[in-house]
């Protein structure tokens, strides 16, 4: 029997099926389960915890196994990440960057601390990231390709890149979108912060990218308490992003000698030893976040106007935050559900505010954002940690 759409009925079953909490469920929590005391311990008692120390080199180690990505360079945070990997394509100052409108702030602000303009770009629905097909027929219409690149008419700058997000850690159509990117000559880095265990057609996220960001931040699948990496199958690229993350010093046993204008990006010693703690559990926390989805989109199953989230055919997702969407009719009553789930002590959220309604961003270019403006209305993040189904009676 389907059950009408009412706020009532959501949190009731949300209460029926998360574990009670004394006090607030909170959306996503870390989870520490196996070697990270012993880890950190470790690098406390040896004294390596800052920028020097084997753990760096270990979790890099670990990324390259995990994605098959053959260049992996830890940093201090994604956003970090997602700075370095936009001055490895080249973009400049008065560029213009493709991102969705539909992301976490970062993807913009690394655009910003550039000196280049990000340019947004609409959601699909069935991925919630940048839709190829929109994006193909909008650049038809505003970009010349020349020999120096792909130009705005509209606005005279070069547009440089695009910077696919791969929502809640949902991969967008990456071959399709590397096509487009292809066809306009656009360097395509992938914000891949949400989707470390995400696969797209049976690879990780990341290859696409000629770089991409991964991020460890605190909320975040496997977490290094702040952290990110920069991920690229090219040597080169990967030898400049660790020379460009640690000061561009160049290496010598006494000297201090620095070639280029770098960064102190690195990620500590400390850090990476979470990092690799973290990553030894990261096969079981996707199981359990796959686990979950299932349990939501059982207890959702019969409700109307509200959907559990799922992924696109073409991937295997990490489910980092589970989402549910609510139908057109039922968006008025988003605000009122995030109310009742929070005052409940069930921790749930909208999707970011749109980008290009952000006072700093307001002023940037963008193309029509129905489906992004859709979405922002009707998205709520529920309580995704990967403890939930260990605890929980189902
Ligand atoms: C988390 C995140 C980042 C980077 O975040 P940091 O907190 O700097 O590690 C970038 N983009 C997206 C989409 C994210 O979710």
Redesign the pocket.
């Known amino acids: 029997m389907t059950k009408e759409f009412s706020v009532q009925t959501i949190v009731t079953i949300l209460k029926r099926v998360l574990p009670a909490d004394s006090g607030t469920l909170a959306l996503h929590e870390p989870s520490f389960e196996g070697n990270e005391w012993l880890y950190v311990m470790e690098c406390l008692d040896s004294g390596w915890v800052s920028s020097a120390g084997k753990y760096v080199d270990r979790f890099e180690q670990m990324l390259r196994e995990y994605t098959g990505v053959k260049h992996a360079v830890a940093v201090v945070?994604?956003?970090a990440a997602?700075h370095i990997c936009l001055k490895l394509v080249d973009v400049q100052p008065g560029d213009e960057v493709l991102i969705p409108a539909l992301?976490?702030v970062?993807?913009a602000n690394a655009v910003h601390y550039c000196g280049a303009i990000p340019h947004f770009i609409d959601s699909s629905r069935q991925t919630l990231g940048l839709d190829p097909v929109k994006l193909e027929e909008y650049l038809q219409e505003i970009a010349d390709v020349r020999k120096d690149g792909c130009w705005n008419r509209r606005t005279g700058r070069r547009i440089k890149a695009a910077v696919p997000?791969h929502t809640f850690g949902h991969p967008v159509d990456l071959d399709a979108l590397a096509a487009v990117c292809q066809r306009f000559r656009l360097e395509l880095v992938e914000?891949a912060?949400?989707s470390l265990g995400s696969f797209y057609k049976g690879k990780h996220t990341g290859h696409w990218g000629k770089v991409s960001?991964l991020?460890?931040?605190g909320n975040?699948i496997v977490t290094t308490g702040?952290g990110?990496a920069i991920l690229t199958n090219d040597e080169a690229l990967g030898r400049l992003a660790k020379h460009l993350t640690t000061t561009a010093k160049v290496p010598h046993a006494w000297a201090y000698y620095h070639d280029m204008v770098g960064y102190n990006y690195r990620l500590p010693n400390i850090n990476a030893a979470l990092g690799c703690a973290q990553l030894e559990k990261l096969p079981q926390f996707i199981e359990r976040k796959r686990a979950l989805v299932e349990v939501y989109r059982q207890a959702f199953a019969d409700v109307e106007s509200v959907q559990v989230f799922t992924e696109p055919p073409f991937a295997k997702s990490n489910y980092w935050l589970q989402t549910l969407l609510l139908d057109e009719r039922c968006a008025d009553y988003r605000d009122e559900l995030l109310d009742a789930t929070n005052l409940a002590g069930i921790q749930t959220r909208p999707a970011w505010t749109l980008l290009h309604r952000l006072p700093m961003y307001e002023e940037c270019p963008r193309m029509d954002l129905e489906v992004a403006t859709m979405l922002e209305k009707r998205i709520v993040n529920i309580p995704s940690s990967q403890k939930l189904t260990i605890t929980s009676i189902f």
């Open positions: 945070n994604g956003t997602l992301t976490f970062a993807t997000m914000d912060a949400e960001a991020s460890f931040n975040k702040g990110g």
